[in-house]
């Protein structure tokens, strides 16, 4: 593989210190080597003077392929919103999911995400694609109760498939998706947890999203759900949980004591209105490791984790009248680091620092939206003032993705023409 040198970029480190420094980044066989001034030469050399260079955001929680069923169910109450949503999702043909794969890759690569975490069926289908975007793909193939599937066969065995034949993956990464207690017994539960801890594989799964469901699940077992999940012996640190907006400071305190990450998803929970708002100032005095993800584009409707940066500091701000409340540089954490902890990569993502993975993102500087970029306020542009247009240039592990704004891994206007065409077929099919 050949090498690259990135030169006189402001870097965001994300380093311990958090440091932001006007250096060279040199990548050497996909890892960053240096950081400083380099002098080595490089097969290929990209000019960031004066531009801000980031690592590469993690997206905790998506639904990929729904990127094609983009505004088909906005505003809606949820109960009508989820019948419109799974019976478009009934009719989904492996076509669909490929291109709406494709869709959301470039869509990501153009905001500066270079991995993200998936839950969905299909995830063979998913991987071909996100493998032809070169995106990191922690992808987790939905696992829950067979008589509410619409999966042929049983999906902690599909589960178990798509894992042994995508092991090894330089970028693709398979774990297990489950979908909530709502879908989910405690053998599948537990199922699930004995397959992820015999093969080190993520624990994903959506927590605690509404009031209803926390309720519902109340009067069946006597428990809300993080309780619950904790006493059938279910939570550990491969757990990383999605949303987690209904919660008590107790149930926090077990995700704490779990070692378990949480995904916020702050845009989906006002978007359907669900009403609950993560407590994440609770979350991080207690140690619990909080992510942040976009959820799909039927909730969202985008898969930009620079807008979602912001909507969380500003949503958490609001609803306690604080606006000391998740400082820039702790959303910027949530995006980078936190989001490269929660899916057990922290050793080898999230930071620019030497022997890492090389995920980076570099945004123009001369955008008049990023000035005036005093070194002091560069965090406070990026989580505040920044946007996806403002992405220039997208590199994960060695392989650039875009470069000045022209994607290379994907065709993009054949995506747009096959997406725009399948969507319309889509919606038409009964
Ligand atoms: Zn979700």
Known sequence: MSSILIKGGHVVTQNARREIVRADVLIEEGRISKVGAVRDAADEVIDASGDIVIPGLVNAHTHIAMTLMKGIADDLPFGDFLD??????????????????????LEMIRSGTTTFVDMYYCEDTIAKAVEAAGLRGVLCWAVLDQRFTTQGGVPLENCRRFHSSHKGRKKIIPGIGLQGV????????????????????????????????????KDLTGKRPVDWLESIGFLGPQCLAAHAAWLTINEVRALARAKASIASCPVSNMKLATGGVAPIPEMLAEGVNVSLGTDGSTTNNSLDMLGEMKTLALLQKSNRWDPTVVRAQQALDFATLNGARAIGLGDVLGSIEAGKLADLVILDGKA????????????????????????????CEGQVLMRDRHVLSLRESEVLDAAEATAFELLGRK
Do not use: Q, W
């Open 84 to 105: 419109k949503v799974f019976a478009a999702d009934a009719r989904r043909e492996d076509r669909d999911i490929d291109i709406g794969t494709r869709l959301g890759c």
């Open 368 to 395: 008049p939206n990023l000035r005036p970029m005093l070194p002091e306020h560069i965090v406070s542009n990026i989580v505040y003032s920044a946007n996806a247009g403002n992405v220039k240039t997208t590199i």
């Open 182 to 217: 709502y879908v989910c017994s405690e053998e599948t539960f537990l199922g699930a947890r004995e397959f992820a801890l015999e093969n080190d594989l993520l624990l994903h799964f959506h927590l605690s999203e509404t009031r209803k469901e926390v309720y519902d699940h």
